[in-house]
């Protein structure tokens, strides 16, 4: 549609699409190709520009081919406008078959007010009971927040579980060892790690202090959390 503003609804800018998606979110045959202009919808969503391509199948040994570019993105609130959610950049393929892909992000965003940026990289692939396992070899946030991953680490997410490996980060100033991380659906939370040396005033970037802090916190934990919680931090 080269004019949205013809249809109504508070649409406007210009939008282009070839191809079809069909089935469920969990089965979903895909086969797209589009870019948008200047697209608003009412005063909720706007997009400067956008090209994306997606090639699905719920086949997992099928192709596999995501593709999203774009930039000035914003999920606009109208009773408070510095709330708004601006992604200035987003850069986002996933190339492969289902069960084996890679995956390769990078972006800038504004959240509350505050900018983010975030650098990812990952190779894996689903597997019948629907878990995505990998490995995951860059995870950076930078801007209000840093944190960066300084190792490989695998991981597994599902609806009913996700389990990182051993990971350190560079996180707050200072440094993060997460020595083992488990969530099951009905059975909690266990993990274990330590942290030194994180500067409480850099939480300062992403949350209001009731005071200025200058407080540096290292520490252990040892948790395991279900209908009761054990351990030591």
């Known amino acids: 549609a080269p004019d949205l503003h013809q249809f109504g609804f508070g649409l406007s800018g210009a ?28 005063q909720v969503l706007q997009a400067q520009n956008l090209r994306f391509r997606l090639l699905a199948s719920p086949d997992l040994t099928q192709a596999l081919d995501i593709d ?11 009773q408070n406008p510095g709330q708004s959610t601006v992604i200035e950049r987003i850069n986002a393929t996933a190339k492969g078959t289902g069960r084996q892909h890679g995956i390769r992000a ?10 983010y940026r975030l650098d990812v990289a990952a190779n894996g692939g689903m597997a019948d009971q629907q878990h995505w396992r990998g490995l995951v070899s860059r995870l950076n946030l930078s801007g209000a927040f840093n944190a960066q991953l300084q190792n490989p680490m ?23 060892n997460l020595q083992s991380f488990l969530w099951q659906k009905g059975k909690g939370l266990t993990t274990r790690g330590a ?31 279900g209908q009761n919680m054990s351990g030591y931090l």
């Open 106 to 115: 990078e972006g800038a965003m504004t959240l509350d007010g505050k900018p």
């Open 154 to 176: 695998r991981l597994e997410a599902g609806a009913d579980k996700v389990s990182m490996s051993a990971a350190n980060w560079a996180l707050m100033g200072g440094s993060l």
């Open 68 to 78: 999203i570019v774009g930039n000035n993105l914003a999920l606009l609130d109208r």
């Open 15 to 42: 939008v282009q699409a070839k191809g079809f998606i069909a089935g469920t979110p969990h089965k979903l045959t895909a086969n797209l190709n589009g870019q948008a202009q200047a697209l608003q919808f009412q």
């Open 195 to 225: 942290a030194n040396r994180l500067a409480i005033s850099q939480l300062a970037n992403i949350v209001k202090l009731p005071v200025e802090q200058n407080l540096i916190i290292g520490g252990a934990w040892d948790l395991m959390s």
